[in-house]
Structures are given as structure tokens and as C-alpha cells.
T-cell receptor, first 113, second 110 residues
Framework: DADVTQTPRNRITKTGKRIMLECSQTKGHDRMYWYRQDPGLGLRLIYY???????NKGEISDGYSVSRQAQAKFSLSLESAIPNQTALYFC????????????FGPGTRLLVL | QQQVKQSPQSLIVQKGGISIINCAYENTAFDYFPWYQQFPGKGPALLIA?????SEKKEGRFTISFNKSAKQFSLHIMDSQPGDSATYFCAARKGGKLIFGQGTELSVKP
């Protein structure tokens, strides 16, 4: 969905490096989410934010941090990347009051060597 | 623990056949059950969803069957087409957050 963009789309990094994945949305939604997708494990929630001043841990937040710079921007950081963080990462947005649907970005494929 | 269990992990169906994917959940506090469809290289997109006070919802060739007492729900794709080949995820919502199943890779053969 072009309304939710993620950068970069692909990234190769080395163990121990700090990297940031960025998400921007033009849908005007207040809620934003970060997920990782691994084969056989589905989508797992890393962090979520219901508004700019609200940040919450998901089920697998260890090794990750986030920043909600504005309503439209939500960044995910890996402070010190490790190989088992190799995965496909998705950002998603939803409207808090009116909407139940989550709209996903195109994903970032991350490889940690 | 896996709060939403999805099966099968992969499914091959002939064109025109019925595809059935099943999910089971444990937490009775879940209040919304969507199915998402994901094509290669794309993010998941909402396909169809149901609330627990309804036993069935149909949209075109796609139907959700919901069994509240058994804590199970399933996606049926009638007249499956090669264009339906994708990964399908069930999910359940609690507190505004979605818990996803493990995913099913569907391949529809011509």
C-alpha cells in the first residue's frame, strides 16, 4: 500500500551494527505497529504506538527500540544487530476509533551477517 | 505460547477446488478475527473479517466460518483460482492488538 512506506526495502548489515528502519504513512492514522515475519512463525508484534506519546512493547521487543517522531513516522532501531534478527520487517497503521483494519507497508528485508 | 494456531502450513489445491484453512485460539477475550492475504514481495492485506457474535461471513468466493464454543474459525475459498496463490494469515484481536497465526502458503494449480 503506497500510503505506508518503509525504508530501506532491503538491508545487509554486520553483527554489532546499529541500524534503523523507518516507516511513514499518509493515511492520517494514529496507531502504528512494527512486526517481524519469519517462516513458520507468522507475524509477531515488536512494538506498537496508539498515539505520538504512547509506546508499548509487543511480544518480542528485546533487542529493539522505537521512536514515534510524529503521528506519521515510526522508526524501529536494532541497537546491536545479531544474526537471529534476520527477518522481514513490516510496519502497519490503523485508525484508533473508527477502524479495525491494519494497513501494512511493503516490508524491509534485513540480513544480519 | 502460540495463542492462535493455524493449519495447515502449506496447501496445494487444483483450480476450481475448495481451499480450507483452519485456526484455533485460546483466549476468550478476543473480539475480532480477520484474515490477511499476502502476495510475494508485498505486505499483508485484509481479506475478510468476522466478529464472534456471527457464525459465518461470506464475501464473494471467501467465507469465514466461526465456532465460538470450539474456539475455532476457518477460511473457505470456493472455486480456487491460480491468482489466489498467496500466504494467508488468520489473526485475533485483543486490546487493539492483533495476534497472528503461523501462516498458510496456498498454491492453486491450473
Amino acid at each position: 500500500d503506497a500510503d505506508v512506506t518503509q525504508t530501506p526495502r532491503n538491508r545487509i548489515t554486520k553483527t554489532g551494527k546499529r541500524i534503523m528502519l523507518e516507516c511513514s504513512q499518509t493515511k492520517g492514522h494514529d496507531r502504528m505497529y512494527w512486526y517481524r515475519q519469519d517462516p513458520g512463525l507468522g507475524l509477531r508484534l515488536i512494538y506498537y504506538s496508539f498515539d505520538v506519546k504512547d509506546i508499548n512493547k509487543g511480544e518480542i521487543s528485546d533487542g529493539y527500540s522505537v521512536s514515534r517522531q510524529a503521528q506519521a513516522k515510526f522508526s524501529l532501531s536494532l541497537e546491536s544487530a545479531i544474526p537471529n534478527q534476520t527477518a522481514l520487517y513490516f510496519c502497519a497503521t490503523s485508525h484508533g476509533l473508527a477502524g479495525e483494519t491494519q494497513y501494512f507497508g511493503p516490508g524491509t528485508r534485513l540480513l544480519v551477517l | 505460547q502460540q495463542q492462535v494456531k493455524q493449519s495447515p502450513q502449506s496447501l496445494i489445491v487444483q483450480k476450481g477446488g475448495i481451499s480450507i484453512i483452519n485456526c484455533a485460539y485460546e483466549n476468550t477475550a478476543f473480539d475480532y478475527f480477520p484474515w490477511y492475504q499476502q502476495f510475494p514481495g508485498k505486505g499483508p492485506a485484509l481479506l475478510i473479517a468476522i466478529r464472534p457474535d456471527v457464525s459465518e461471513k461470506k464475501e464473494g468466493r471467501f467465507t469465514i466460518s466461526f465456532n465460538k464454543s470450539a474456539k475455532q474459525f476457518s477460511l473457505h475459498i470456493m472455486d480456487s483460482q491460480p491468482g489466489d496463490s498467496a500466504t494467508y494469515f488468520c489473526a485475533a484481536r485483543k486490546g487493539g492488538k492483533l495476534i497472528f497465526g503461523q501462516g498458510t502458503e496456498l498454491s492453486v494449480k491450473p
